[in-house]
């Protein structure tokens, strides 16, 4: 039997602009990663989304990004380390003042987009979000790609950390996500998809976008939510899950 905790991101939407469809995912998640409003989402949406969470029994995470609403957050725009510091414990105090008026702790924090994908494989700036992270609560998981230099700055700093693979998205030899610009980057198709994250959870193993078979530990699962389909994935995804005795729980 195998334990795998399925997360979004969400809290995406901003002001009169809606993206994702998070009521609907709730249903299907066991962690939510909530925007904290620099690369998405606002203080409304920040405060439905935890509501949200809390109805719904899913663990609450931050979801820090760079401050590049008009880029999503995908675009890297170059800080310092002591900066991306700073940035990531600005954005936990948010998450964390509205998950104290609800009454719930904040359960782990994932960077997003561009600081995710350079703190995969910087390490100054991987150490800058590992120590923002401990110094504010060093009981809060850390949310990383599986086998990254994040991962390994998030142990060195005596954080707990939680391995994430992603099923619709293709990787390179090196571990790292294909990047968004590449027109193989999303896996489009539904089935391959669920197989994907089904290999990658009872083999612990990635297959590279070159067809190169990788060794990677599988703690997390994160499904898009902002994309057209995210619910009818989410739901096909949950009955393969337990076809294949896979038990879904939050970590």
């Given at each position: ?13 901003f ?5 994702g ?16 409003g620099f ?5 409304h949406v920040l ?32 800080y310092?380390?002591?900066e ?9 105090g948010?998450?964390?003042a509205?998950t ?25 700036m991987a150490?800058?979000?590992?120590q ?7 009981q809060?998981?850390?949310y ?14 005596g954080?707990?950390?939680?391995q ?5 998205r293709n990787?390179?030899?090196d571990?790292t996500l ?5 027109p ?5 198709e539904d089935k391959?998809?669920?197989e994907?994250?089904?290999f990658?959870?009872?083999k ?11 060794t990677v ?9 902002d ?6 994935l989410?739901?096909s995804l ?14």
């Amino acid at each position: 039997m195998w334990h795998i905790d399925l997360n979004a991101d969400v809290g995406e939407s901003f002001g009169h602009y809606t993206i994702g469809a998070d009521v609907d995912i709730f249903s299907f998640i066991t962690s939510a990663n909530i925007a904290c409003g620099f690369h998405a989402g606002d203080p409304h949406v920040l405060n439905q989304a935890v509501k949200l969470a809390v109805q719904n029994g899913v663990s609450i995470g931050a979801h820090p990004g760079l401050p590049d609403i008009q880029g999503f957050g995908r675009r890297w725009i170059p800080y310092t380390a002591s900066e991306i510091y700073e940035l990531v414990v600005y954005q936990i105090g948010a998450m964390q003042a509205f998950t104290k008026i609800h009454g719930v702790p904040l359960h782990h924090v994932k960077p997003h987009g561009a600081l995710y994908n350079q703190a995969a494989i910087s390490a100054d700036m991987a150490m800058a979000v590992a120590q923002a992270i401990r110094d504010v609560d060093p009981q809060l998981l850390l949310y990383g790609l599986a086998g990254s230099e994040l991962i390994v700055a998030g142990e060195k700093v005596g954080l707990a950390v939680a391995q994430e693979v992603f099923a619709d998205r293709n990787y390179e030899e090196d571990g790292t996500l294909t990047p968004r610009t590449h027109p193989d980057a999303l896996i489009e198709e539904d089935k391959q998809v669920i197989e994907r994250l089904i290999f990658m959870i009872t083999k612990g193993k990635i297959k590279a976008r070159t067809g190169q078979e990788l060794t990677v530990n599988v703690d997390t699962v994160c499904v898009h939510g902002d994309g057209a389909r995210a619910v009818s994935l989410l739901s096909s995804l949950q009955k393969q899950l337990i076809h294949n005795e896979i038990t879904v729980a939050a970590i």
